[in-house]
């Protein structure tokens, strides 16, 4: 069985994530190290790495990957932008190293108009910067993205353009997003756009530097541009080119983490690992698009009577 996960709220407290991850049943978990919309940080304090270190090993779940904050923008033209975001990369760094956090996702950044070798460079100076200053453990995983006004990333040779720019590109990862790709144009529909895809990502990327995916559905169709994360099976991916991925034995080692819409209790990523794991070739509980039109109905139907809007 595949490692099904989802991404899981920190307040609280650090530890919290494994509490809630091992609440609804995941396998793996993804969190952010800090407050997502703060720069800055306090310390993480020794009793509460303790805490995260001893839930982790109670929980089993692993691995662990961070997502760093949405503000960084180390792809960034402006002097002042790009050392804030670089100053803020290290500390994110520094956290997951704390907390032995393997992988650190992060969205390679819009080069704001300057084009896309200026920010290929930028990019690429963050990354050997923080490499010959600090030395992580832990891996910087380039995100795939949607490609929404100049941000990076939504190819894979710009995604190959950056990490052939690295000194030592062999620590560099890539975090594979399913609404991103296809709303980038990467057709995932199709068994004939899904071979094209993973043959172009395995010739400019190589399968050896993929560590994550993330699992969601897409608002918006092939080539849209539109990051919209919608729930599994709702969207223009589909429910095919989950199971495709899923039962792809390239892919069966790698966390496959849900970053799709939910409430505070977390509802929806029940229905949706439960959809997963229904895709796993030969499941007890096979999904079919009309048990998730009927999951979702029933949630409906039962939020509508505990009075939820």
Known sequence: MPKFGAHMSIAGGVSQAFDRGEAIGCDTIQLFTKNNRQWKAPPLKPEEVER?????????????????????????????????SYDALLVELERCDVLDIPYLVLHPGSHMGK?????VRKVAEAINRAHAERNPKAM????????QGDSL?????????IIEAVNEPERVGICFDTC??????????????????????????GFERLKVFHFNDSKGGIGSRLDRHVHIGLGACGLECFRRIINDPRFAHLPMILETPKGPDMAEDVINLRVLRGLVEGAADPTTPEKVQALWAEAEAASRTSGKT
């Open 52 to 84: 995260f270190h001893q839930r982790h090993q109670e929980t089993g779940i692993d691995p662990v990957v961070a997502h760093a904050s949405y503000l960084l923008n180390v792809a960034s033209p402006k002097a002042e932008t790009w050392q804030r």
């Open 115 to 119: 084009g896309v070798e200026a920010g």
């Open 140 to 147: 910087i995983c380039l995100e795939v993205t949607a490609g």
């Open 153 to 161: 990333g939504a190819s894979f040779e710009e995604l190959a353009a």
């Open 180 to 205: 991103h790709a296809l709303a980038a144009g990467y057709d995932l529909t199709t068994d004939e756009g899904y071979a094209e895809t993973f043959e172009a990502f395995e010739r400019l990327l």
